[in-house]
């Protein structure tokens, strides 16, 4: 889409592009569902096109394109989180001042992300799982969620681990 020069919004499409649209799309007509499939697309085509933000899903969100872009400019880091069951999620946080406590907001964004898009349809006790697991970074647990992750020694393409906590248990006292 392009704008004309009275400001209204005119639909180009390309003759590589293939689709059956007219190039004078009555935007007034189309339903909702339309409007997203059309925004969709062509948000997918923009993406498949650009050769930094074609590694992206199909289904991109803005925030994951904020975040390329970012990484790209050296205005964020990329972080290798593993879990126990052998997935590496790839999450992505501002490169100054961010701590452990952003990263794991970012691993929970990425994880809910991640349970969407493979259509597993559990709910997520975070609560759980903070109080089973802690992150762990060159086998130093990161407890401190004020810590600065730069100050940890955490740069880009760095790798966090799930690690379970170990509870020491108290014996009941008995009078």
Do not use: A, P
């Given at each position: 889409m392009k704008m004309d020069s009275a400001g209204r919004a005119e639909n180009v499409v390309s003759e590589?592009?293939?689709?059956?649209e007219p190039s004078d799309l009555d935007v007034e007509n189309l339903t909702?569902?339309?409007?997203?499939?059309?925004?969709?697309?062509?948000v997918n085509d923009i993406v498949a096109a650009d050769?930094?933000?074609k590694v992206l899903p199909q289904d991109?969100?803005?925030d994951e394109v904020n975040s390329a872009i970012a990484v790209h400019?050296?205005?964020?880091?990329?972080?290798?989180?593993?879990?126990?069951?052998d997935v590496t999620l790839s999450v992505t946080v501002p490169q100054r001042d961010s701590t452990?406590?952003?990263?794991?907001?970012?691993?929970?964004?990425?994880?809910?992300?991640y349970l969407r898009r493979h259509k597993i349809d559990t709910k997520v006790s975070w609560r759980y799982i903070w109080r089973t697991y802690s992150l762990s970074f060159n086998g130093?647990?990161?407890?401190?969620?004020r810590a600065q992750l730069h100050k940890l020694g955490i740069v880009h393409h760095s790798t966090v681990k799930f690690v379970k906590k170990l509870r020491v248990k108290t014996p009941l006292i008995n009078d």
């Open positions: 590589n592009s293939g689709r059956d909702h569902e339309e409007l997203l499939e059309i925004t969709r697309r062509t050769r930094f933000l991109v969100t803005l400019y050296g205005q964020s880091i990329t972080i290798f989180v593993e879990r126990n069951d452990v406590l952003d990263l794991k907001k970012r691993i929970k964004t990425t994880m809910m992300l130093v647990k990161l407890n401190d969620d």
